[in-house]
């Protein structure tokens, strides 16, 4: 309709404008500066710094002790990563520990069926080394990539939950290892896949397995906020209906995600194998769990239409910290699982509800009754958007 | 009427044991405005999700610029150039304006980046906030977050992507319930110059004063049938409130004439 430019209403004065740049400025602050990831990152580095501190001759904050943590979290992280995208799709994995398993024992296996005759090997001696890693390799990213698939293909075609879905394939992963292994771990993998690969460093000390998860983490961060798949990752998990009405191809979406964090599992897979050299079949139980912890202590919520990547990152990373500084310390690790579980209540609490109330006013809540003054009753409830609780 | 781009015919949808659907037939013609009426329950909104791909009818059939929409498919409908405002409006809480009115029509890069899905995200938030300016909508940002709109300002947006996607119709499920009166005139201008483009124009109102200055006809629904086509020249408040509530109902409800 014919409209003189000046009776223009400011559809967003922020376009462009000095004083909207400044919003926008205020609004990036917002959303990125005091996010769940910058919060949990300084809860780290604090961590990082009570330990160095405390630790005998400061043995925490020694650069090979770094090495190690970065080695002892790229699988983790890589994990929580790849569950953030899952929960921001309203979905979630629970069979990832055993699909790093499964993924392993079938690259071990290959690897040490293809290695040579069976004497040689027992020996360390492999006539056919490059086909045999190249082979295993492969192998555990396929099987990890078709194990993510299957999950997929169960929740978009047969449509049951992918709660149950992955804890019923949790089941048949853990199974079918120790079918494939008579329940001992696989021994002779190739030493040459630890010392080129799992152990080996770059620049002296970082891991060349956390450089490569950093790597795809940093792809997931772009996939995420700067490409489609990334937009329909988040309107799936904010409002399935919508993004049905708005014709896209939700079914497909989802089976590429569930396929996408079965890779990361079956990448997981070979980490292990080439860090230890074995496969750790009563290793992992707790892995998945331990991702989904780490990607809502890091800002991802369970209801969809939120990922925080670096969020999942640095909460992930805080589970490590933990257990590489209880180990240190000399205290027994079990500590670390009551602290994450403690964090991972208290991150989730704090946070909800946070746009309309500081922190300290979350916190002076604890100390009044629930029910009486102004809902605090609904921890998380903001979260809630868009229905029923369907994990 | 004119060649028509939308025609449902003897629809018959079924939940549980409610019939929202019970027959009901309707067309709409090239630049024609058809309002849908009827009381709460009718079953407009289900006969409008039927036509759009939205929801399958369990009988009858829909036909777009002539070809059958079977089966039923919000994508079809779409790439036949039909968009929608709902009722309950669809969008995602957690997406900005500018990426809920291109969500399903994402622009992106082209060259090497094409095949990564990279968005052109200038792009779609400059023709975001163009097509908001046309509605004359007020926003507190192109950033903003659905989810921190007003109801009205939700609507808009609703609005807007639906008048940016439509190539043939536009069909609309109450578009100005939430809207103050200036803004409920730059919709009803909007569903004009539609119409004047050659798009059909299908809307939902409760607003029946409204509904006979802009409509070109008024299709009037009871309990899932189709009990009066109306052209505005024959269209009186009367005769649809009539038809809407039926002879018994009508009797008791309205003054006699
Ligand atoms: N998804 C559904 N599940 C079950 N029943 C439904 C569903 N959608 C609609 N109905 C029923 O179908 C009938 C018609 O509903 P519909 O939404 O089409 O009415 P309407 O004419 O749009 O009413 P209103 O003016 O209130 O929007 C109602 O009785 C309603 O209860
Ligand atoms: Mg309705």
Redesign the interface.
Known sequence: ?P?RPAD????????GRPA?RL??AV?WGGTHLLSAAVGIAVVDVGLVLVFGAITPGHAFLQLSNFTDLGLDASEIVLLSCGSAFLLGARELDISLGANVILSSVVGGRLMVALGGPTADVQQGIYPHLTVAVLVGVLGALATGLAFGLVNGLIVTRLRVTSFITTLGTLGIGMGLSYVLTNGSNIAYIPSQLQTDFGTATVAGWIPVPALTVVLIVAVLWFLLN????G??T??I???R????????PIERHLLALFGMVGGFAGLCGVIDLSRFATTDLSGHQTDALTAIAGAVIGGTTLY???VAVWGAVFGALLAVILDVGLVILGLPTFYQLIAVGVILIAAVYLRSGTERRSVWGRLSALTRRPGRSGGNTQAGSEEL??GEVEM | MAEPVIEACRLWKRFGHVEALRGASMAVGRGEIVALVGDNGAGKSTLLKVVCG?MAADGGEVRIAGRRLEPAS??TA?RLGVD?V?QDL??????T?A?SIF??H?V?HGGWRAP????A?QRM??D???A???L????????ARV?ELSGGQQQAVAMARAVKWSRRAILLDEPTAALGTKQTQ?VI??LR?AARRGLGVLVISHDMPRMLQVADRIVVLRHGRTVADLHRSEATLQGIVLAMLGEEEARGAAPPS
């Open positions: 309709m409209r223009r209403p400011p559809a967003a004065a922020a376009l909207g919003r926008r609004r700067r490409t489609r798949f937009l329909r988040i309107a998990g904010s409002s209906e919508t993004a049905r009405r708005a014709g896209l969809g239409g939120g958007v868009g | 939205a919000v994508i779409q929608v709902y669809a969008l995602a809480p957690h997406l304006v990426q969500l399903g994402e992106v990564l899905g990279v968005l995200r938030r400059r975001a906030d163009d908001l300016r046309v004359g909508i007020v926003l507190p940002a192109i950033d989810q730059i201008e909007t110059s």
